[in-house]
C-alpha cells in the first residue's frame, strides 16, 4: 500500500520549492505603466492624482548677433535723424526772408551755408529771393549769389547782406 502524499505538496515536484499566495494579494505586484488606484502611495485622499508640475525653462540670454542687430539699428536711425536735422537748415531748405550764416565766404564750391534765427549773431545775409533751376540769375548790383546745381532741385538764392539786431 502506498501512502498518500502531504496536503498542499505537489508529489511531480522533483527538489523545486513549493509557492504559496498569502490571502488577499493580487498573483503579480503591478509593474509600471499600469495607473496607480486611489489609496496608494502619491495620490492625495480625494483620489485625483496632483498634476505634473512642468520643470521651469531656462530664461534665454540675449546673444552676440542679437545685440549686433540692435545696435546697428540704432546707429542706423541715429545716422538718419541726424541727417534729417542737418539737411533742414541747409540752402536748399531757406526761404525769402530767412536768415542765413556763412562758415568760408571764400570758398566757390561749398560756402557752408546755413539757416538760423535772424536774431543770431552767426546771421550774415537775408535770403531775398529764391529762384528755381540756374538760368536766371540774381542782381548783382543789389545781392550775393549763390547756386546750388546737381543732387535734385538746382536753384539760385538772391542773398542780402544782414545784421543781425
Do not use: W
Not at 496632483?50 to 548677433?65: C, D, H, I, N, S
Amino acid at each position: 500500500m502506498s501512502t498518500p502524499p502531504p496536503q498542499g505538496q505537489n508529489p511531480f515536484a522533483q527538489g523545486q520549492q513549493t509557492y504559496s499566495q498569502p490571502q488577499g494579494q493580487a498573483p503579480h505586484p503591478p509593474q509600471g505603466g499600469f495607473p496607480q488606484q486611489a489609496g496608494q502611495p502619491g495620490f492625495p485622499p480625494g483620489g485625483a492624482p496632483y498634476a505634473p508640475v512642468p520643470p521651469e525653462q531656462p530664461r534665454r540670454k540675449l546673444g552676440f548677433k542679437t545685440i549686433k542687430n540692435i545696435v546697428v539699428g540704432v546707429i542706423i536711425v541715429g545716422v538718419a535723424v541726424g541727417g534729417y536735422i542737418a539737411s533742414r537748415d541747409d540752402a536748399a531748405q531757406a526761404k525769402v526772408g530767412d536768415c542765413m550764416s556763412i562758415e568760408d565766404a571764400n570758398s566757390t564750391t561749398d560756402p557752408g551755408l546755413e539757416v538760423v534765427d535772424c536774431t543770431d549773431s552767426s546771421a550774415k545775409y537775408k535770403v531775398a529771393e529764391k529762384k528755381d533751376g540756374t538760368s536766371e540769375g540774381c542782381d548783382r548790383t543789389k545781392y550775393s549769389e549763390y547756386t546750388e546745381t546737381g543732387g535734385g532741385d538746382d536753384f539760385t538764392l538772391c542773398l542780402e547782406d544782414y545784421t543781425a539786431k
